[in-house]
T-cell receptor
Framework: AQSVAQPEDQVNVAEGNPLTVKCTYSVSGNPYLFWYVQYPNRGLQFLLKYITGDNLVKGSYGFEAEFNKSQTSFHLKKPSALVSDSALYFCAVRRSTGANNLFFGTGTRLTVIP | DVKVTQSSRYLVKRTGEKVFLECVQDMDHENMFWYRQDPGLGLRLIYFSYDVKMKEKGDIPEGYSVSREKKERFSLILESASTNQTSMYLC?????????????FGPGTRLLVL
């Protein structure tokens, strides 16, 4: 079976400071990992994914994530937070049962304080 | 750009009513998914479909059914709505290769069952 943990329900960061949203996973085989963002009253938008290759993945809106196999983590990062980054962030992993769909974490609400 | 549309943004229904949620995608995607999103629980998969007339149960299929008569359309049916089905419902679509696909989400339908 697979699992995704987002240990922080809420993350607050000052505008201009670096931000990190944490994600750890458990999956059989090679992990396929994803980050999505949800702005208020909107559906989810894809940010980035790790399938294979370079452990540092760059995505939309200046976000990046680092795949760390030894720590089974895939933390989302941005060097300088913007107020407009305030949203709900979801980490997801491809299911290990052979089904071609994703298992999502419970989400982390990021608030960037002006 | 991929576009996934959902028939309603907000719905209010009464207990016992039959409820239809419609989802249409315009990118000829093979895969379509229905999730519900609840605070603190993240996204949970209700049903998914890999092809026309094909459906698979997700994690929480009880009380729901689905229909996929055409490739672009995936309907979620609440046979007899109950108050515990009050939630945000999100539809998504994706295209193979298996396991690597990015899911594209609709804006969501917020359903209130009274």
């Amino acid at each position: 079976a697979q699992s995704v943990a987002q240990p922080e329900d809420q993350v607050n960061v000052a505008e201009g400071n670096p931000l990190t949203v944490k994600c750890t996973y458990s999956v059989s085989g090679n992990p396929y990992l994803f980050w999505y963002v949800q702005y208020p009253n909107r559906g989810l938008q894809f940010l980035l994914k790790y399938i294979t290759g370079d452990n540092l993945v760059k995505g939309s809106y200046g976000f990046e994530a680092e795949f760390n196999k030894s720590q089974t983590s895939f933390h989302l990062k941005k060097p300088s937070a913007l107020v407009s980054d305030s949203a709900l962030y979801f980490c997801a992993v491809r299911r290990s049962t052979g089904a071609n769909n994703l298992f999502f974490g419970t989400g982390t609400r990021l608030t960037v304080i002006p | 750009d991929v576009k996934v549309t959902q028939s309603s943004r907000y719905l209010v229904k009464r207990t016992g009513e039959k409820v239809f949620l419609e989802c249409v995608q315009d990118m000829d995607h093979e895969n379509m998914f229905w999730y519900r999103q609840d605070p603190g629980l993240g996204l949970r998969l209700i049903y998914f479909s890999y092809d026309v007339k094909m459906k698979e149960k997700g994690d929480i299929p009880e009380g729901y059914s689905v229909s996929r008569e055409k490739k672009e359309r995936f309907s979620l049916i609440l046979e007899s709505a109950s108050t515990n089905q009050t939630s945000m419902y999100l539809c998504a679509s994706s295209s193979p290769p298996a396991g690597r696909e990015t899911q594209y989400f609709g804006p969501g339908t917020r359903l209130l069952v009274l």
